[in-house]
């Protein structure tokens, strides 16, 4: 390992060294480039990876005196993979150049690949306002190469973090949108009723005992897809919208119960039903109290 990083450093001296010195026609920077190239390649096998970033971070400047941006955009992005393990401000800072650059050249679909691993970095910090802002972006330019799954995922990611943030009609129309899509699509079609779940858990969240919005958007999802009213899904909504009607904690709660002993319900699910149960009881006890 410290004879790689040895070797890293004297590659580093030698790309410096070149710069520093005169050369023909931009060939310091050709020469250059090439020893930071092998420098960041040495400080990588002794998973140096501070140094292999700082390397291919050089290794963009040359490229960009060279006027090549598709290999800067390249080296930037190899050095956001680098501090990716040790620094993920800086890793987000080298995404975020290499994105600009593949902006100016046309190449829309690798700028939105690194949209979407910046949204991902600032997922893995809890960051959700950020992750959802670079989510957006990353779903617009696929959507604007037709790359229409992988933009309905990063939808899906912002829909899951809008609702978190308690942005319950973001969510909705996003969910609802996704599940008009997916109905003329053989390979989509089984998880709209999934979509449409998530749109109604989102829509008791928003509704916060707003019955007559609950039972409108089930209309609204029948008349979408009309099998879904056969579905376990719509059973369980209907359910809950009547627990919160008759402002029946117990029956909530079976509702629910009943659901998951069948399909496991996820974290993010079940979090917003929590959030739906502790309005209904405190609700309850408002009535308790008048009483």
Same mark, same amino acid.
Request: aromatic residues 10%; negative net charge; proline residues 0%.
């Given at each position: 390992?410290?004879?790689?990083?040895?070797?890293?450093?004297?590659?580093?001296?030698?790309?410096?060294?070149?710069?520093? #010195?005169?050369?023909?026609? #931009?060939?310091?920077?050709?020469?250059?480039?090439?020893?930071?190239?092998? #420098?960041?390649?040495?400080?990588?096998?002794?998973?140096?990876?501070?140094?292999? @970033? +700082?390397?291919?971070?050089?290794?963009? +400047?040359?490229?960009?005196?060279?006027?090549?941006?598709?290999?800067?955009?390249?080296?930037?992005?190899?050095?956001?993979?680098?501090?990716?393990? !040790?620094?993920?401000?800086?890793?987000?800072?080298?995404?975020?150049?290499?994105?600009?650059?593949?902006?100016?050249?046309?190449?829309?679909?690798?700028?939105? &690949?690194?949209?979407?691993?910046?949204?991902?970095?600032? =997922? #893995? =910090?809890?960051?959700?306002?950020?992750?959802?802002?670079?989510?957006? &972006?990353?779903? /617009?330019?696929?959507? +604007?190469?037709?790359? *229409?799954? *992988?933009?309905?995922?990063?939808?899906?990611?912002?829909?899951?973090?809008?609702?978190?943030?308690?942005?319950?009609?973001?969510?909705?129309?996003?969910?609802?949108?996704?599940?008009?899509?997916?109905?003329? %699509?053989?390979?989509?079609?089984?998880?709209?009723? @999934?979509?449409?779940?998530?749109?109604?858990?989102?829509?008791?969240?928003?509704?916060? @005992? /707003?019955?007559?919005?609950?039972? %409108?958007?089930?209309?609204?999802?029948?008349?979408?897809?009309?099998?879904?009213?056969?579905?376990?899904?719509?059973?369980?909504?209907?359910?809950?919208? /009547?627990?919160?009607?008759?402002?029946?904690?117990?029956?909530? !709660?079976?509702?629910?119960?009943?659901?998951? +002993?069948?399909?496991?319900?996820?974290?993010?699910? !079940? !979090?917003?039903?929590?959030?739906?149960? =502790?309005?209904?009881?405190?609700?309850?006890?408002?009535? /308790?109290?008048? *009483?």
């Amino acid at each position: 390992m410290a004879d790689q990083v040895a070797r890293g450093e004297e590659f580093e001296k030698k790309a410096e060294k070149k710069l520093s #010195g005169w050369g023909l026609f #931009g060939s310091k920077y050709e020469d250059a480039a090439e020893f930071f190239d092998k #420098g960041a390649n040495s400080y990588k096998l002794a998973k140096s990876w501070d140094q292999a @970033g +700082s390397a291919y971070v050089k290794l963009a +400047s040359c490229h960009l005196k060279l006027d090549s941006k598709h290999e800067a955009a390249g080296a930037y992005a190899d050095a956001a993979h680098c501090y990716k393990k !040790t620094n993920t401000k800086e890793s987000i800072s080298c995404l975020e150049q290499s994105v600009n650059l593949f902006l100016e050249i046309g190449r829309l679909n690798m700028a939105a &690949r690194y949209y979407k691993e910046i949204a991902e970095l600032y =997922e #893995g =910090e809890q960051n959700f306002e950020q992750s959802i802002v670079y989510y957006e &972006r990353a779903a /617009d330019l696929f959507q +604007s190469e037709e790359v *229409t799954t *992988t933009a309905n995922q990063c939808r899906q990611k912002i829909a899951q973090f809008a609702a978190q943030l308690e942005q319950y009609q973001k969510a909705i129309e996003i969910y609802e949108d996704i599940a008009r899509q997916s109905l003329n %699509n053989n390979l989509l079609k089984y998880g709209v009723k @999934g979509h449409l779940l998530n749109a109604g858990i989102c829509q008791l969240c928003k509704g916060k @005992g /707003d019955v007559v919005a609950i039972s %409108n958007a089930l209309e609204r999802y029948q008349d979408l897809d009309p099998t879904f009213s056969g579905t376990r899904e719509y059973k369980l909504l209907a359910a809950l919208a /009547d627990a919160i009607d008759q402002e029946d904690v117990a029956k909530f !709660t079976d509702a629910v119960k009943e659901f998951d +002993s069948m399909t496991h319900l996820d974290a993010w699910k !079940t !979090t917003l039903l929590l959030r739906v149960k =502790e309005a209904l009881k405190a609700k309850e006890l408002e009535e /308790d109290d008048l *009483t």
